[in-house]
């Protein structure tokens, strides 16, 4: 168990529709990580957050947003979904300084299905 | 851009065979390397890590040397296990903390007892 939780753990929703992820990092960690994972594209970094800022962008739709909370939760927003979003999302978070060093904790993931 | 290419497999080994699985990266510069593994149903765990080069990351008999030279980070174990079989990941990622990692596609390792 790496500390990291994630829910729901799966989410079935229809083409067009929006959906929020959750996601609990371990205690102590500022930085807060988003990844997507699929069949066809891998293991993707999106976004990431440190200590509630923005801190990060990599290959994030501009359907996609996320934030990240005073309690350092953070939320990933997919809308306008699409097939293709069908994917295994997965948090992930390190503690302070940030560097290019830390260990990052990955949670569970939230498999999404768009139908 | 940067990129990890590594074998993608799967790969099939029987128990207390000699593991290799090759990973090479391209990018400017000298990042931070990785090795992640994710067991079935579950999340990415740090298996190894070397940050500079000639650095030797070594985790439950894997290991794992940064060879700026050949711009490579292959995975070894001298002895594999049942329980080895996952699936497994080469990361790199720049320092300065504000960025994510970029991974390979992942190595399918099979271990038949």
């Known amino acids: ?20 992820l959750r996601c609990s ?5 500022l930085s807060v990580y988003w990844y997507q994972q699929s ?4 293991l993707q ?4 957050y440190y200590n509630g800022e923005e801190r990060a962008k990599g290959n994030i739709l501009e359907r996609f947003s996320a934030q990240q909370f005073p309690d350092l939760h953070s939320e990933l927003n997919l809308s306008s979904l699409e097939l293709g979003d069908s994917a295994l999302y997965f948090c992930a978070s390190s503690s302070p300084p940030g560097g290019a060093t830390d260990t990052q904790y990955f949670g569970p993931g939230t498999r999404l299905t768009v139908l | 851009g940067d990129s990890v290419t590594q074998m993608e497999g799967p790969v099939t080994l029987s128990e207390e065979a000699f593991l290799t699985i090759n990973c090479t990266y391209t990018a400017t510069g000298y990042p931070s390397l990785f090795w992640y ?18 650095d030797k990351g070594s985790n439950k008999g894997f290991e794992a040397t940064y060879r700026k030279e050949t711009t490579s980070f292959h995975l070894e174990k001298g002895s ?13 990622r ?7 990692l970029t991974f390979g596609k ?3 390792l099979i271990i038949q007892p």
Do not use: M, N
Not at chain 1, 39 to 42: A, E, R, T, V
């Open chain 1, 25 to 29: 990092p371990r205690s102590g960690d």
């Open chain 2, 94 to 100: 720049w320092g300065g903390g504000a960025d994510g």
């Open chain 2, 80 to 92: 594999v296990q049942v329980s080895d079989s996952a699936v497994y990941f080469c990361a790199l």
């Open chain 1, 39 to 42: 069949l066809d594209q891998g």
């Open chain 1, 1 to 20: 168990d790496s500390g990291v939780t994630q829910t729901p753990k799966h989410l079935i929703t229809a083409t067009g529709q929006r959906v929020t």
């Open chain 2, 106 to 108: 992942g190595t399918h």
């Open chain 2, 37 to 54: 593994v994710q067991y079935p149903g579950e999340g990415l765990q740090l298996l190894l890590k070397a940050t500079k080069a000639d």
């Open chain 1, 45 to 48: 970094f999106l976004i990431q």
